[in-house]
C-alpha cells in the first residue's frame, strides 16, 4: 500500500521568506502522481501544484516549487516569498495513474504558520 | 475550474436522527465522487468512491448501512448519516471527477460540518 509522510506537524515562517515542507512516500508503482493542497481556515482544499512522476522536471506555479526526487521518494514544497494568506495547513498527496476511481493518499499534514 | 457544492456547510441534528448531505458538481458531469471525513487538525479519511449508478464502495471500517452513498445522477451525489451519534460529529467533504476531465484532475467541495447533540 502506498504511503505518504509529512513528519513535520508544524512549521513557522517570517512573511517575506522561503520555507520548504517536506514530504516523502513509498510505493512500487513507476507512474504516478504527487500533489500538494493547501486547507486554509475555510477549509476548502485547493490544489498548490502537482507533479507527474515520469516528468523529471521540477514543477512550479509562481511562487510555489517543488523538488521532486523520484530515487528518494521525495517530493516537498518551496514557498517563496511567503505571504500572510499562505497560512493554512498543507498536505502531500499521491495518486497512482490507475483509472477514474484511483485514490488519493494523504499525509497528516502540517500547519504553516506566517509571522509578520 | 470546475466548482463543487456542498449543501448544508453546516448542520446541527440530535442524536438517533438521520442527516443528508449534498454534493453536486455544477458545471462537468461527475463520474466518479469522493467522500471523505475529517477531524480538527487531521487528515483527510477518504469514506467511500462513488460511480454514476453504481453501488458506492466503501473503505474498509466504513459502517455502509451508517453511512449511506448515493449517486443518483452524474452531478448529485448525497451522504446520508443515519442514527447519528455524538461520535460522528465531523468536517465532511466530497470530492468529483469528471468524463472529460484530465487523468490527475480533482474537485473538492468546502465541506460539511456536521454536530450531533
Known amino acids: 500500500a502506498q504511503t505518504v509522510t509529512q513528519s513535520q506537524p508544524e512549521m513557522s515562517v517570517q512573511e517575506a521568506e522561503t520555507v520548504t515542507l517536506s514530504c516523502t512516500y513509498d510505493t512500487s508503482e513507476s507512474d504516478y502522481y504527487l500533489f500538494w493542497y493547501k486547507q486554509p481556515p475555510s477549509r476548502q482544499m485547493i490544489l498548490v501544484i502537482r507533479?507527474?512522476?515520469?516528468?523529471?522536471q521540477n514543477a512550479t506555479e509562481n511562487r510555489f516549487s517543488v523538488n521532486f526526487q523520484k530515487a528518494a521518494k521525495s517530493f516537498s514544497l518551496k514557498i517563496s516569498d511567503s505571504q500572510l494568506g499562505d497560512a493554512a495547513m498543507y498536505f502531500c498527496?499521491?495518486?497512482?495513474?490507475?483509472?477514474?476511481?484511483?485514490?488519493?493518499?494523504f499525509g497528516k499534514g502540517i500547519t504553516l504558520s506566517v509571522r509578520p | 475550474g470546475a466548482v463543487v457544492s456542498q449543501h448544508p456547510s453546516r448542520v446541527i441534528c440530535k442524536s438517533g436522527t438521520s442527516v443528508k448531505i449534498e454534493c453536486r458538481s455544477l458545471?462537468?458531469?461527475?463520474?466518479?465522487m469522493f467522500w471523505y471525513r475529517q477531524f480538527p487538525k487531521q487528515s483527510l479519511m477518504l469514506m467511500a468512491t462513488s460511480n454514476e449508478g453504481s453501488k458506492a464502495t466503501y473503505e474498509q471500517g466504513v459502517e455502509k448501512d451508517k453511512f449511506l452513498i448515493n449517486h443518483a445522477s452524474l452531478t448529485l451525489s448525497t451522504l446520508t448519516v443515519t442514527s447519528a451519534h455524538p461520535e460522528d460529529s465531523s468536517f465532511y467533504i466530497c470530492?468529483?471527477?469528471?468524463?472529460?476531465?484530465?487523468?490527475?484532475?480533482?474537485?473538492f467541495g468546502p465541506g460539511t460540518r456536521l454536530t450531533v447533540t
Open positions: 458545471d462537468f458531469q461527475a463520474t466518479t
Open positions: 498527496a499521491y495518486r497512482p495513474l490507475g483509472g477514474a476511481n484511483s485514490k488519493l493518499t
Open positions: 507533479q507527474e512522476a515520469y516528468k523529471q
Open positions: 470530492s468529483a471527477r469528471g468524463r472529460r476531465a484530465l487523468s490527475y484532475e480533482q474537485y
